[in-house]
């Protein structure tokens, strides 16, 4: 399975037109160009079953809520789906989009609640050798480029923090999230798939030691 020529043009022409008249007059288009994105993200989820527990896969609308945006643009020019680890012990979540000069996929803790971001800090301060080692691990650098990105940090380290902390680069995160960003010409390779698989495969040790964290005490003892 694969993404086809013609669902980038799509894409393509939807920027250029993001208007209701022009939509309408291409519905069959976007209807022909959403399926095959959706059975690309099955295929993706199919991969990913085969390591992993996926409890929820979610294709994103392409409708544009635009009540609070001052973009009133009615239409996202992309296709977009995310994966959810199953069940209280997995941590961690999985996204792709695919979308002309800026397809890319993610993996890790977005928006995480205010009680999750604060035991992963706490985490930072006490002994933060086996995060940095994930950020040093040679498969996690070749994909993601040995660190993590964040939408949104503190300027400083957060409250009831050492600003002087050696790892306050950490502490000021609010978010902790891999990135790997794919050419068109990768997206519309036979192997885009297995080159998507092979990056979510690179997470694991990232999942698997937040999942550790977010579930034990600063003890190692389970809270679950």
Do not use: C
Request: hydrophobic share 35%; no cysteine.
């Amino acid at each position: 399975m694969q993404v086809e020529k013609s669902t980038f043009q799509f894409l393509n022409e939807l920027k250029e037109n993001n208007n209701r008249e022009w939509f309408a007059e291409h519905k069959n288009r976007y209807t022909k160009a959403q399926k095959n994105a959706k059975n690309v993200f099955a295929q993706i989820h199919k991969n990913l079953e085969k390591h992993d527990l996926i409890e929820k896969s979610k294709m994103m609308r392409i409708y544009r809520d635009v009540r609070f945006s001052n973009d009133k643009t009615p239409y996202k020019p992309h296709f977009a789906n995310s994966f959810s680890r199953l069940g209280a012990a997995l941590r961690g979540g999985y996204f792709i989009r695919i979308k002309p000069g800026e397809s890319m996929l993610a993996g890790g803790f977005w928006e995480p609640n205010k009680e999750d971001l604060f035991r992963i800090r706490k985490e930072i301060e006490q002994d933060a050798s086996e995060i940095r080692g994930i950020l040093k691990d040679e498969n996690y650098i070749k994909h993601f480029r040995g660190k993590f990105e964040s939408f949104g940090e503190l300027k400083t380290a957060p409250r009831g923090f050492d600003k002087e902390h050696p790892d306050v680069d950490l502490l000021r995160k609010k978010g902790f999230i891999a990135v790997k960003n794919f050419t068109d010409n990768e997206v519309l390779s036979l192997d885009f798939t297995e080159l998507v698989d092979e990056s979510y495969q690179a997470l694991r040790p990232f999942f698997y030691l937040f999942s550790d964290i977010l579930t034990t005490n600063l003890n190692g003892e389970s809270i679950l």
